[in-house]
């Protein structure tokens, strides 16, 4: 399992605008909304709050790496469901938190207020990966199924609007099936 301690405090943490379809397994970015990019000295309060006993499980419950960013990154990804982001993990708590996250959680509820009304019901969170040997991780050339994060959202969303009703109602043990389809759309491109 990913610990939060695997991202890297020296590069961006993304917050990406989603929503899950309600007529199949997956969720889908809402492109008409910016990501929120966190860096520099954000990147350390929003990981050092994400560490605490009270969110630690629910941000490395489903960490993991799937895609790679723009430059080749691993990105280490997880979800939360926009109300608990906004309500709880930015606005529980305050009286634990010193200043600059208080200020930094307040900055982030002000730049998600508008997503909810745009459909959003996810929060993707996703930093970059620290290489075990201590850098950055690079581009995993053996694992073929890491992908570019534009390459994913691309295909993905091509695979499930190709998807007939049928297939919408997919189940989980033939979610891999979706997936392969999404990489062989991306092999093509």
């Known amino acids: 399992m990913a610990t939060i301690e695997r991202i890297d405090l020296s590069l961006p943490v993304d917050l990406m605008p989603f929503q899950h379809d309600l007529n199949g397994p997956t969720i889908r970015p ?7 990019i966190l860096e520099g000295a954000d990147v350390a309060l929003f990981l050092a709050w994400a560490k ?7 941000f490395e419950s489903d960490l993991q790496s799937l895609v790679n960013d ?14 608990t982001f906004r309500e709880r993990f930015c606005n529980g708590g305050r009286h634990l938190q010193d200043e600059s996250t208080q200020g930094l959680m307040e900055r982030l509820r002000i730049a998600t207020s508008e997503w909810r009304t745009a459909g959003v019901d996810t929060v993707e969170v996703s930093g970059r990966a620290i290489d075990l040997a201590g850098g950055v991780s690079q581009p995993d050339q053996e694992d073929t ?12 969303t091509a695979v499930d609007e190709g998807l007939t009703e049928t297939r919408r109602t997919m189940t989980t043990e033939n979610r891999l099936e979706l997936y392969e389809a999404a990489y062989e759309l991306i092999v093509r491109a």
């Open 30 to 36: 809402v492109n008409a909304l910016a990501p929120v």
């Open 52 to 58: 605490q006993p009270t969110w630690r499980h629910q």
């Open 70 to 83: 723009a430059q080749g990154r691993k990105l280490l990804t997880t979800w939360m469901p926009l109300v």
């Open 145 to 156: 199924l890491v992908v570019n994060r534009a390459q994913w959202i691309t295909a993905m």
